[in-house]
């Protein structure tokens, strides 16, 4: 590993990190542009969540505004803060109206967090009718009409205003006084069942509310969304997960049209023979049926590998899967390395735990879960790092002006 690389969960200089995460600039802003592609004259925005779903807002989404995402989508007025730092100091011209990239908050915002949102030039999500009078409250007090969002409630009965609320605020001259309405959206409770018939029946309701305000741009498609068809992409798309190589669809691995982003490895601490009927792990959950080659590495539920993959899941060695072995620790794993040649593996050896070999998709299913949870779930001990146009990022300026991917 080059020591100027960037890394964040390892100092530069420290011994060599027994959980890594590779993370390809390039692979994301592709995926940007393939779903953007994918949607038709809709906008594409960008959803960056829970820091880019595990992966590093502060690198990627720079990159992904200089590929011309102009506007983007976390939970919290926080990581709306930390955005805006993160986009105020890339390079290249800018992409939002104005020149500024729109950063919208999805949790909308609370009492006493306006001042907050107004000086970041954030723009909340509005869901209730109580957080309409907080941001109206804000616009006069500036003097000025300040842009909002507005999400309505189609069936998922999660956020959002009812149908009722929103039509009332809509049809009342001065239900929205004060407000620059830019978006109004909704969000799918079975987008990644593409069949489900509660997806036309949303798009259905959604739009029926939005006839109430002729002219705003609106949004139903999460990333699942995306491959529905032209008819759900409406004026803006929000992919999150789909951004970050993890197919949003049910279907086989190969089928995935995206590019992966994440490789994640570690090292081998040690290599161990066993005799038929041993036991390994915790509570002896498995037992060798053959004399058995072991290989124990450092990584476990410590650092976001679900203990519900004991027993289940794969690794990868040289592009050849192995099985998990027993119970996963807080910061050990073994895996049975016996169908490998003796010498093809040695201590101190890379394991794959999830990358070209083992998808994120596939470690999730494994454990009953999906690739958000995975993703989002990595552990700080894990030595972050990332590359670009096949190389690893060496200083800051290379975070921008990716190079495609063909």
Request: proline share 6%; glycine share 10%; hydrophobic share 45%.
């Amino acid at each position: 590993m080059s020591p100027a690389a960037v890394r964040t969960g390892a100092a530069q200089g420290s011994a060599l990190p027994l959980g890594r995460l590779t993370i390809d600039i390039d692979a994301v802003v592709a995926n940007w542009r393939l779903l953007a592609a994918r949607s038709g004259r809709a906008a594409c925005a960008a959803v960056m969540k829970a820091d880019g779903y595990g992966l590093g807002v502060r690198h990627l989404a720079p990159a992904l505004a200089d590929a011309g995402c102009s506007t983007f989508f976390v939970a919290h007025p926080a990581e709306g803060v930390a955005m805006r730092r993160h986009l105020t100091r890339r390079r290249g011209p800018a992409g939002g109206p104005g020149g500024v990239p729109r950063i919208f908050i999805l949790h909308g915002l609370q009492d006493g967090e306006a001042p907050l949102l107004a000086a970041n030039r954030l723009i909340p999500v509005l869901s209730t009718e109580r957080q309409v009078r907080i941001w109206q409250d804000a616009a006069r007090e500036a003097g000025t009409a300040l842009p909002a969002a507005l999400q309505v409630d189609s069936g998922m009965n999660r956020l959002g205003l009812a149908p009722g609320a929103f039509r009332r605020l809509a049809l009342d001259p001065d239900g929205l006084a004060g407000l620059h309405v830019e978006l109004l959206l909704t969000h799918l409770a079975c987008a990644d069942h593409p069949a489900d018939p509660m997806n036309a029946e949303q798009r259905r309701r959604f739009r029926q509310a939005c006839d109430c305000l002729p002219g705003i741009p609106a949004s139903i498609a999460n990333s699942a969304a995306i491959f529905h068809g032209p008819d759900m992409a409406l004026d803006l798309v929000r992919p999150g997960i789909a951004l970050y190589g993890v197919d949003p669809i049910e279907r086989p691995a190969a089928e995935n049209p995206l590019h992966p982003v994440v490789e994640w490895q570690s090292r081998i601490l040690q290599i161990r023979e066993i005799d038929a009927s041993e036991a390994v792990g915790y509570g002896a959950t498995f037992r060798a049926e053959r004399r058995t080659r072991l290989a124990t590495v450092s990584v476990g539920y410590a650092d976001g590998y679900l203990r519900s993959f004991s027993n289940r899941a794969y690794g990868a060695i040289d592009g050849v899967r192995v099985p998990l072995a027993g119970r996963v620790s807080m910061d050990l794993l073994t895996f049975d390395i016996t169908d490998l040649p003796p010498d093809a593996v040695r201590e101190g050896d890379e394991l794959e735990l999830a990358g070209a070999t083992v998808t994120v998709g596939e470690l999730a299913s494994w454990g009953g879960t999906i690739g958000y949870e995975v993703l989002t779930r990595l552990g700080s001990r894990l030595d972050r790092r990332y590359k670009k146009a096949g190389h690893l990022v060496e200083n800051e300026e290379d975070f921008h002006e990716p190079a495609s991917i063909g």
